[in-house]
């Protein structure tokens, strides 16, 4: 007699229960160790079930001790043979001028360098980058490649050697969307990564990234937890492995495939995992730039002149065929044409008027002077270094001042463009990436900006417009609040009068907002509708006692998307 499926189902539950009654009564299980009501994942679950690996470079990480930059092994004259310049570089598409310039990695006469400027140049791939630092203290390498902010950190001790003092002659690049943060569900915005966890790799742009977004969130290094990884993609790889970080700060694509699908990820990126800010909004956080030792550059000034004019002729190569100059780098990068062409995205490439516009413009809130000075805080701040150099003792606009009127096609090309935006829409719609609270003290029943009355405004009004600046891209709400001592005075006054005076203090805390973005727009020439204000009268305090502290402007950052 065959048996119907319901019986077969039926015979095979039967097997299952004498199997395990004759396991618990032999001993081979105990009571407990079939766990009643088990949780099971359901993302492991769709991993497993999909066959999929996390979306991440990094296959493996490793977490390492916080460490403090090591000492320079060593300082030595430099070497210079067969008239080339060594110019170590990472793997980086803002590299891509001085790749297309020189025609490749290696030494060679069919260079820009060569043909224009007599010289040759060698692209050594010196991904780690300290040590491209202790090659360039050596004298085995004239040039130091670093963002600002890591020349910022190696300065210091490079300068206790006047030889090897870095010497800054041009930007490269802005980082346009090549690093980021990205968070898990619980955080909101900035202020919410207090007491959380975040991993990163240390004493990197990844460090200086996170400390800058704490530090204007008004959140101090103390108040987190840092975990360290040895690369920034090992980030990555930790926080997608690990549901106890709350945050981590990585370079793309990382930062994209390991969000959320909904919010664009790959498949077997982290559930509810988004961006709280890319190097997209935070356009001219991070500049790379390459520095000569200034024992090079007082030998050979002619020579550093043909590598800053090389690299701008470069940049026009990259721009007018980067397919071509994609497969040279991808030769020298070890990766696909497909992948160095992405990187290229990832980075806005800096002009000579850009160049210009960041070593001399003083009233740009993100030039090189302003940078510098933010680096240098926060690492001081962060206890990476004790003793910053100054900026003045860094670069060197000599150069940029020899090449005026060469490349007069070269236009500023990265000022972003804002349209009038619907504010309770972008509300709405929108999470602020940080918010930032100023004090600004009026006279009473004022709007004016009165020194006389604040002696600290100027102050206050360039921190505004640095942070704005960092944030380039993205929209700037200024939100005025006002005192809340006579609020309960009106309200016992009856509901006609407190709504008169609800009235009277939200137009009059708007006021004071429009008065702090005419000002900032005035001065720093941003996009009139970069910035928008909003008046919370009394309706926003944050604190119920002590009343002069609703006294205040709040500077919040959103995303560019949020139109």
Request: charged share 25%; with cysteine; glycine share 8%.
């Amino acid at each position: 007699m065959e048996l119907k499926l319901g019986g077969k189902i039926a015979l095979l539950l039967v097997v299952i229960a004498l199997g395990l009654g004759a396991l618990y009564k032999f001993g081979l299980i105990k009571k407990g160790m079939l766990p009643v009501g088990a949780s099971i994942d359901k993302e492991t679950l769709d991993k497993i079930r999909a066959g999929t690996e996390t979306p991440t470079t990094a296959k493996n990480y490793s977490f390492v001790a916080k460490q403090s930059i090591t000492e320079v092994k060593g300082t030595s004259s430099y070497q210079f043979k067969d008239n080339t310049v060594v110019f170590p570089i990472n793997i980086w598409g803002g590299w891509a001028p001085i790749v297309a310039a020189n025609n490749g990695f290696g030494p060679n006469k069919d260079s820009v360098f060569f043909k224009e400027y007599g010289f040759l140049v060698d692209l050594k791939l010196i991904d780690d980058p300290v040590a491209a630092r202790d090659a360039f203290a050596s004298g085995q390498s004239h040039v130091l490649w670093g963002t600002l902010d890591m020349i910022a950190l190696f300065a210091p001790g490079l300068s206790r050697d006047s030889r090897t003092a870095p010497i800054v002659y041009q930007q490269i690049d802005w980082s346009n969307g090549g690093d980021g943060i990205v968070v898990r569900a619980h955080v909101n915005e900035a202020k919410d990564l207090r007491g959380k966890t975040i991993v990163l790799a240390q004493n990197s742009p990844s460090h200086y990234y996170i400390l800058s977004v704490l530090t204007d969130a008004g959140v101090q290094p103390s108040e987190v937890e840092f975990k360290f990884t040895a690369t920034a993609f090992e980030a990555a790889k930790a926080f997608v492995d690990n549901e106890g970080i709350d945050a981590c700060v990585s370079w793309a694509p990382d930062i994209y495939n390991i969000v959320d699908e909904k919010y664009g990820g790959k498949r077997g990126g982290v559930s509810g995992a988004r961006l709280l800010t890319t190097t997209r909004d935070a356009s001219q956080l991070i500049a790379d730039v390459w520095a000569v030792r200034a024992d090079f550059a007082r030998d050979h000034k002619d020579i550093v002149k043909g590598l800053a004019a090389g690299i701008f002729k470069g940049l026009d190569m990259a721009k007018a065929n980067p397919d071509k100059v994609a497969g040279l780098m991808a030769k020298g990068f070890g990766v696909s044409a497909e992948e160095a062409k992405s990187m290229m995205g990832d980075a806005h490439l800096t002009n000579y008027a850009e160049n210009k516009k960041f070593f001399l413009d003083q009233n740009n809130p993100a030039n090189f002077a302003r940078t510098w000075a933010a680096a240098s805080y926060v690492y001081k701040s962060y206890g990476a270094i004790s003793a910053p150099a100054h900026a003045e003792e860094i670069a060197d606009t000599s150069i940029l001042a020899e090449l005026e009127g060469k490349f007069p096609h070269h236009k500023d090309e990265y000022v972003p463009t804002f349209n009038k935006v619907n504010i309770s829409r972008m509300k709405l719609e929108s999470t602020p990436i940080l918010t930032k609270s100023v004090m600004i003290t009026f006279p009473p029943n004022r709007w004016d900006l009165d020194k006389k009355y604040d002696s600290g405004i100027d102050a206050t009004l360039e921190e505004v417009a640095k942070l704005s600046g960092k944030f380039a891209a993205a929209r700037i709400m200024v939100e005025g609040n006002v005192d809340t001592s006579r609020k309960m005075e009106f309200q016992r006054e009856g509901p006609r009068v407190f709504k008169e005076m609800s009235l009277a203090v939200q137009e009059l805390s708007e006021r004071r907002a429009e008065s702090v973005r005419q000002s900032i727009v005035k001065k720093y020439k941003f996009d009139p509708n970069k910035l928008t204000v909003i008046g919370n009268g009394w309706e926003n305090p944050v604190s119920l006692t002590d009343h002069a502290k609703n006294r205040r402007v709040e500077i919040k950052v959103y995303p560019p998307e949020a139109e």
